[in-house]
């Protein structure tokens, strides 16, 4: 291979010229879409109605409902504001063109970031480009504009800080992600296990607590009011899925899908998974306890920006696995991990490429 080339694609060299020349590209794709593809209402126009309550003075979680919607508000009250942003300036659907606009700006700034992730984990350069093929991705962002864009932003920006050793930070965006969705909690384990080994306990607990407080701020108009029907709506664990919008276990049927025990025999395989990853894969604690208390006080040795990156999306896809049901707009969870996973795996070179395809 010519040398130059080689370099361009497998060296740290190569990742200004292909991210730039990748965000160009897909930000012309991107412009397209939005101007050429038509618009699919799911649940947007819910969303900024949602926020218009908001807007008025409504402050009981319980009754931002609005009617002729999809059904009342069951996310925290980040993804409110957020749309109450997009309410604002697109007030009408006339101006939905705006918002879709500011989901691509969206879009592109998540390919940044995990651009910044990869090269910060010592990822060859070539994968970046692979990021921006991916047509569901375009249609959840710009053509449906769903919440979970908007809470990945954050998430990856905590990765992004994570990587830099700049624990409050990462909290601080943590807990922004976890405002909007929370699905940011299947990136918890991998979280406090980082947290854990870089600083300690008192680091870890330090660090949750301001996620936990970042939590009440944000809540803090509607916990004032009535915080049973804030927490009750917004971190609803308790919520049952429809079997018509399950994309992974489908093939289970609507009564084994929603038959009690199949959520807790999922709640028990990714519970077990996590304990194995963390004996035999993350630590060495399958060798002792000494692993943890000698970290107990002031962590160890700072784990490589590579090593937060993958624990991160492996605490990540464990969950994905044993959700208890996936939706289309979900993959967006992990669509922009899939790269980094295939490349650190320790499959056969040519499979990796495969696999990420």
């Excluded at 409110?80 to 006339?94: E, G, N, R, V, W």
């Excluded at 939706?327 to 295939?342: K, M, N, V």
Aim: proline residues 6%; charged residues 10%.
């Amino acid at each position: 291979m010519n040398p130059t080339l080689r370099a361009l694609l497998f060296t740290q060299e190569g990742y200004p010229l292909l991210t730039g020349a990748t965000l160009l590209l897909d930000s012309l794709l991107t412009g397209l879409i939005i101007g050429v593809v038509p618009y699919t209402e799911i649940d947007y126009l819910t969303y900024v109605s949602q926020a218009k309550l908001f807007l008025e003075g409504e402050r009981n979680y319980s009754l931002i409902d609005p009617p002729g919607g999809t059904g009342p508000c069951v996310y925290p009250a980040g993804h409110l504001y957020l749309y109450s942003i997009l309410a604002y300036i697109a007030p009408s659907p006339d101006l939905l063109w705006l918002s879709q606009y500011i989901f691509g700006a969206v879009y592109l700034g998540t390919l940044l970031l995990v651009s910044r992730i990869y090269q910060l984990a010592g990822a060859p350069p070539f994968l970046i480009p692979l990021l921006a093929l991916s047509k569901r991705l375009h249609s959840i962002y710009v053509l449906r504009l769903f919440n979970d864009p908007l809470g990945m932003i954050f998430l990856y920006g905590s990765i992004y800080y994570m990587c830099m050793y700049r624990f409050k930070l990462a909290s601080v965006l943590f807990s922004l992600a976890l405002s909007v969705k929370m699905n940011a909690l299947l990136f918890l384990p991998g979280f406090c296990l980082i947290l854990f080994q870089s600083g300690g306990a008192y680091i870890t607990y330090q660090n949750l607590l301001v996620i936990f407080f970042v939590q009440i701020l944000i809540g803090l108009p509607f916990i004032g009011f009535s915080a049973k029907d804030y927490f009750s709506a917004a971190f609803d664990f308790s919520r049952a899925f429809l079997f018509k919008w399950t994309v992974n276990w489908r093939f289970l049927g609507a009564e084994l899908f929603s038959d009690p025990r199949t959520a807790k025999a999922l709640l028990i395989l990714h519970v077990s998974t996590l304990l194995l990853f963390l004996l035999f894969k993350w630590t060495s604690l399958s060798r002792g306890i000494s692993w943890v208390t000698s970290r107990w006080m002031d962590g160890g040795p700072l784990p490589s920006a590579r090593y937060i990156a993958i624990t991160m999306a492996t605490s990540n896809l464990i969950g994905i696995t044993f959700a208890r049901s996936l939706h289309y707009q979900f993959y967006s969870w992990y669509a922009h991990q899939i790269p980094l996973l295939c490349w650190a795996s320790a499959l056969w070179w040519p499979l990796r490429c495969v696999s990420t395809v």
